[in-house]
């Protein structure tokens, strides 16, 4: 039996193929079919078990549907395994795998991240399977003012990048929400748009809403609370959202089993619910509460920068603090339309204007060393001349051939950058200049979730392009064929 022979239940929040919605179908691969499912099924057979976001490519290269799993390794793999139930019926399956002719896969550290990753990559490419989440809403974050005389706690989609604490983000707005009307009992603080000043005089003269009378707000429009009091109800409420555990969740608890004894089965039902939302702020996004920044999209994890930044610098044993870093990486299918990507880190948060994209211009068919060595020098030409300053540590997508290829072209040039590393997928390893054997880290150490943040933005940045440039050169052969009218303005 081939080890993908079993039925893989449908993920939680998978994106379902809608067929109606595809539009001009991608050309069909021209390889049997038995042999095409059997060489993707051998390739998916060395992913890995673990979450992640996987890419299905029409023969092109082109990225026909985007999808997230907790198992990359299983739920790829079934794919290509006829028997096997992916949960949106056969007939879109089949559709899809008509069209197939190769996959890529990007690892996350969570089913959670992967979600949101997942959602990323369908608004920047728009694959054509891709049904749901191609509008431009992101994720929720839950915000409590800081600068205010009386803090306030919203659900946002846009929050500030300053004066605000920030956590998320959340993977089910509906729940952030119910579980927010739920915190407000215990926890009393105002929801409302109101510039409240604790020295303002009228507040006493104003009288306040509905949630005052419902005892789901202390009402400091109304100075109902001093500024003293009102705060620490809030500083309770962050205790609640920063702790692993809640006396919050325990009185309910303790409150529900009271009612169910007391054959108060309503109430008993209400508290269990009310247990069941605040237990769902605990599907957020890792790295507790921090301040936004604007460079970040909202589906971008926060993550301890200034530790990852830290461990980075005594890993490389480097003597001033690491302020900026940039990753390279390579994409093509087949050795058509390669583009290099280089995102830029400073401070360990994406700087977007530093961000560059190449077209490849010197290599032909599949070289990815070649390839790199034309970004490193288009990129770094200036530096090596002197005339500009070279990132503290650049990162090259790959292993130690990717590493030597890129020191070879900083050899070529008169000033050498001051480190250079590439973090190889899969085992996760990191090669550093000068040394001979690389280093592999714990997956929970924040050097290696910085330089894997930094690795996943090159290579979504250089996936999106890659598909860019794909999707011109088939719409440029359709209207040199006369299937479509020219269109105005220029895809670049």
């Known amino acids: 039996m081939d080890e993908f022979e079993e039925k893989i239940p449908l993920d939680d929040e998978e994106t379902p193929i809608e067929v109606q919605q595809v539009g001009i179908w991608p050309p069909k691969p021209s390889e049997p079919d038995s042999v095409r499912l059997s060489r993707l099924r051998e390739k998916a057979k060395d992913l890995p078990q673990s979450p992640g976001v996987y890419f299905m490519k029409d023969i092109n290269g082109v990225v026909i549907y985007v999808g997230k799993s907790r198992n990359l390794h299983d739920r790829v793999g079934s794919y290509f395994v006829p028997s096997a139930d992916l949960g949106w019926g056969s007939q879109a399956k089949h559709m899809l795998l008509e069209f ?25 490419i728009h694959p054509r399977f891709n049904a749901q989440m191609m509008d431009d809403k992101s994720y929720p974050y839950l915000e409590i003012t800081t600068r205010d005389d009386y803090p306030g706690v919203y659900v946002t ?23 927010i009307q739920h915190l407000q009992r215990a926890f009393k603080f105002r929801t409302c748009h109101l510039e409240i000043f604790e020295e303002d005089p009228k507040k006493r003269f104003f009288r306040p809403c509905l949630l005052y009378a419902i005892k789901q707000c202390t009402a400091p429009c109304a100075d109902k609370i001093t500024k003293e009091d009102y705060g620490e109800d809030l500083a309770r409420l962050r205790r609640f959202l920063e702790s692993k555990g809640s006396d919050v969740i325990k009185e309910l608890m303790t409150e529900m089993q009271a009612a169910s004894a007391a054959h108060e089965f309503e109430k008993a039902a209400a508290l269990r619910d009310q247990i069941k939302a605040l237990k769902s702020l605990s599907q957020r996004g890792t790295g507790g509460g921090t301040a936004a920044d604007k460079d970040i999209q909202s589906e971008v994890f926060f993550h301890d ?45 994406p700087f977007k204007n530093g961000y560059r994209r190449f ?49 070879e072209a900083f050899n070529a040039m008169d000033v050498r950058p001051p480190m250079v590393i590439s973090l190889a997928k899969r085992e996760e390893e990191i090669f550093i200049q000068a040394r001979q054997s690389p280093l592999k880290l714990s997956r929970t150490n924040a050097a290696l979730k910085l330089l894997q943040h930094i690795r996943d933005e ?30 105005r303005g220029k895809i670049t």
């Open 157 to 179: 989609r846009q929050p500030s990048s300053n004066g605000t604490k920030l956590y998320g983000p959340f993977v089910n707005s509906w729940a952030l929400k119910q579980a």
């Open 458 to 487: 090159a290579h979504r940045f250089g996936q999106n392009y890659h598909h860019l440039l794909i999707q011109k050169q088939r719409f440029e052969k359709d209207v040199s064929q006369g299937k479509r009218p020219p269109r």
């Open 359 to 407: 077209r490849i211009k010197t290599v032909t068919g599949i070289d990815d060393y070649k390839s790199i060595q034309e970004v490193v020098t288009r990129r770094y030409r200036d530096a090596g001349e002197n005339n500009e300053l070279y990132p503290d540590v650049i990162l090259i997508d790959g292993g130690l051939g990717q590493l030597h290829a890129a020191q």
């Open 100 to 124: 197939v002719a190769d996959f890529d896969t990007l690892d996350c550290d969570s089913e959670v991240e992967a979600l949101l990753m997942e959602n990323r990559l369908i608004k920047d």
């Open 305 to 349: 920068h200034f530790a990852g930044l830290k461990s980075l610098q005594d890993l490389l044993e480097m003597p001033e603090p690491i302020r900026s870093i940039e990753g390279i990486d390579i994409a093509h299918f087949q050795g058509e339309a390669t583009v290099g990507s280089l995102v830029s880190f400073v401070d360990g948060r």
